[in-house]
């Protein structure tokens, strides 16, 4: 594709009143230089799809129909924030086996962004949370039924990740058992070898 069909395909086209505008699906932010932008949203409930942008440009999610229920996932690469593949792993009705493939062969140095949607976790083994906790994940451990969970790492992360939230209290979901979205966003820096 040429840069301006990729540009045109990753906004919300309205026509109001007789003029045409297109309207971003990502925030905008900006970074200091040898950083990357990054917004993450989950699903809500099985209803709304998760979205990932980074460098203010959506790479998974409806506009994209790269974007699906259980674990989403986009991984780009560290250095040039070129877009290598994504996908979505439905941990209900699916097998956990192609998930664990996915990670498996990502290249060190790789960003790895995952938005959860629907549900994340009852296919979700101790070989794929292994996988995801290497790449700097400390939540996925507790990942559950339902559960709401966004996450930016990497492949040979040698920290803990601060980008990462989980959500699901029974006690006050709004969606009838479901927890609303949850979203983070900010700026990673360039892969360094």
């Known amino acids: 594709k040429n840069d301006l069909h990729y540009f045109v395909e990753s906004f919300y086209k309205y026509d109001l009143f007789g003029l045409s505008f297109a309207v971003s699906p990502c925030p905008t932010t900006i970074c200091p230089e040898n950083h990357f932008s990054f917004f993450i949203q989950s699903g809500a409930a099985n209803v709304v799809p998760p979205k990932i942008c980074f460098r203010n440009e959506l790479v998974l999610g409806v506009a994209k129909k790269n974007a699906g229920v259980g674990i989403n996932v986009a991984?780009?690469?560290?250095?040039t924030g070129e877009l290598l593949k994504?996908?979505?792993?439905?941990?209900?009705?699916?097998?956990?086996?192609p998930l664990i493939d996915f990670?498996?062969?990502?290249?060190?140095?790789?960003?790895?962004l995952m938005a959860s949607f629907d549900e994340p976790a009852t296919k979700l083994n101790e070989e794929a949370r292994k996988l995801i906790l290497d790449m700097g994940s400390s939540m996925i451990k507790t990942?559950?039924?339902?559960?709401?969970?966004?996450?930016?790492?990497?492949?040979?992360?040698?920290?803990?990740?601060t980008f990462e939230k989980l959500k699901n209290d029974q006690g006050k979901n709004k969606y009838d058992g479901w927890p609303e979205l949850i979203d983070i966003s900010g700026c990673i820096p360039k892969y360094i070898a």
């Not at 991984?75 to 250095?79: S, Y």
């Not at 062969?105 to 790789?110: Q, R, T």
Request: net charge positive; proline share 0%.
């Open 75 to 79: 991984v780009l690469n560290g250095k």
């Open 86 to 97: 994504s996908g979505h792993y439905d941990m209900w009705a699916g097998d956990v086996k």
């Open 103 to 112: 990670l498996k062969v990502i290249e060190k140095g790789s960003i790895v």
């Open 143 to 161: 990942v559950g039924f339902r559960d709401n969970w966004i996450f930016v790492g990497g492949k040979g992360a040698n920290v803990q990740s």
